[in-house]
């Protein structure tokens, strides 16, 4: 599922309910040209990452969600949802945003990224 939303640039954002993110499933966000992947897991936790696999830039939001990661849909790089690190033998990090769950509200804050090197 796409979204396009303005984001006010200093605060918390609401981008929806967890309902709208499917379970082990992920809501793609448009922010200006950057796409974040808001991942929901089998435990309803929720991450957000930039939506880019630090391999080669592949779609994470199009990826396995799996015990707290996401498998890349290119070339299966593992990616923890928690940190945006490879997993394994792989090297590198994607960056992620924190998020807060208000109820069944999500909020983004795209203002204090834990951003990629
Ligand atoms: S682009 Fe993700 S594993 Fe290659």
Not at 62 to 89: F, K, M, R
Request: some cysteine; charged content about 25%; hydrophobic content about 35%.
């Amino acid at each position: 599922m796409n979204a396009h939303i303005t984001f006010a640039k200093t605060a918390w954002v609401l981008i929806g309910t967890i309902d709208d993110i499917p379970r082990q499933g992920s809501r793609r966000i448009q922010d200006g040209a950057r796409r974040i992947a808001v991942f929901r897991t089998a435990d309803d936790r929720v991450f957000a990452l930039e939506d880019k696999c630090p391999h080669k830039n592949g779609p994470l939001s199009e990826g396995i969600v799996h015990d707290g990661c996401v498998t890349c849909p290119l070339h299966n790089w593992v990616i923890s949802l928690e940190t945006g690190e490879a997993q394994g033998a792989d090297d590198g990090r994607t960056s992620t945003f924190p998020v807060r769950i208000e109820g069944r509200n999500v909020y983004l804050n795209l203002t204090a990224t834990n951003a990629a090197c």
